[in-house]
C-alpha cells in the first residue's frame, strides 16, 4: 500500500505543476497510469495575499489558511502533506506544532537534492518575501551550503514577473532573459547551481535556458512526495 498523498495548494501554478509531477513520474515505479491517491486542496490566492501584502506578521494568519488545508486533507484520507509554494513555508513555525499530518518541507528537499549532486554554493530566486527571509537559509545553513540572494532590485522585479505572469500561466521571453541575466551573476559570484525557489519559475526556466544547473523546487518536492508514498 502507498501512502496518501496531501497538497496544500497556494497558487494554481504552483500546485498543478507538483500534482502533474507526481502522477506522470509514479508509472516508472508503480507500472501504467499508476500512482498513489493525490488531494489537493487550495483556499483562494487572493486570501493568501491580503495577510502577506500586509506586512510584518503575515505568518500566523497564513498558517491559519494552511491548517485549514491540513484539516480537510486529514478527512479526506491523506497519510502526510507537502505545499508547493515556497513562500508561505516561512509560517512553518505555527503550522508544525498544531498540524494534524506530518509535512516534507520544501527547502529540506531541495538541500538534500543539492548535496546529493554535489553543489556547494547556491542562488536563490523566488518571491521578494521568500528570498529575504529564512526559509531557505536556515535550512542550507544546517546543510552546509552557501547561498547568495539577489539584489534588492532584483527580488522587486522577479516579484514583479511572478504575480503579473507566473502565477498566471504566462511566460515571456523579455522575463526568461531577466531570469538568465540574474543567474549569470550568480554564476559569477561562484554559484554553481540555483535554486528556482518559487513554483512557477520552472515553467519559464530549464536547464536548457540557465547558465548554471537548476534545482526545480517543486519537482523536487513532487518526487520526495512520491517516493515517500511509495517506500516509506
Same mark, same amino acid.
Given at each position: ?97 498544531? !498540524? &494534524? %499530518? /506530518?509535512? =516534507? ?6 538541500? *538534500?537534492? #543539492?548535496? $546529493? ?92 535556458? !540557465? &547558465? %548554471? /544547473?537548476? =534545482? ?6 513532487? *518526487?520526495? #512526495?512520491? $517516493? ?5
Amino acid at each position: 500500500m502507498t501512502k496518501h498523498i496531501g497538497i496544500v495548494g497556494c497558487s494554481a501554478e504552483g500546485a498543478a505543476l507538483c500534482y502533474r509531477t507526481i502522477c506522470m513520474e509514479a508509472e516508472t515505479e508503480m507500472g501504467k497510469h499508476a500512482h498513489p491517491v493525490v488531494t489537493l486542496h487550495t483556499i483562494p490566492l487572493s486570501e493568501y495575499m491580503k495577510h502577506i501584502d500586509a506586512g510584518d506578521g503575515w505568518e500566523k494568519p497564513v498558517a491559519e489558511l494552511m491548517l485549514r488545508s491540513a484539516e480537510v486533507l486529514k478527512r479526506a484520507g491523506a497519510d502526510f502533506l507537502v505545499c508547493p509554494d515556497n513562500t508561505i513555508h516561512q509560517a512553518m513555525q505555527y503550522v508544525l506544532p498544531r !498540524s &494534524p %499530518l /506530518p509535512w =516534507l518541507h520544501i527547502a529540506e528537499e531541495v538541500g *538534500r537534492e #543539492a548535496k $546529493r549532486r554535489g553543489f556547494k554554493h547556491l542562488g536563490l530566486t523566488g518571491t521578494k518575501f521568500l528570498v529575504s527571509g529564512q526559509v531557505y537559509p536556515e535550512k542550507l545553513e544546517q546543510m552546509g551550503l552557501g547561498y547568495v540572494r539577489p539584489t534588492k532590485e532584483q527580488q522587486e522585479q522577479i516579484n514583479n514577473i511572478i504575480f503579473d505572469e507566473l502565477v498566471r500561466g504566462q511566460q515571456t521571453a523579455e522575463s526568461l532573459f531577466y531570469f538568465e541575466q540574474v543567474i549569470e551573476g550568480f554564476k559569477n559570484q561562484g554559484c554553481d547551481a540555483v535554486v528556482l525557489g518559487c513554483t512557477e519559475i520552472p515553467l519559464l526556466v530549464s536547464d536548457n535556458e !540557465s &547558465p %548554471l /544547473p537548476i =534545482l526545480d523546487s517543486t519537482r523536487i518536492l513532487a *518526487r520526495a #512526495a512520491l $517516493r515517500h508514498a511509495i517506500h516509506s
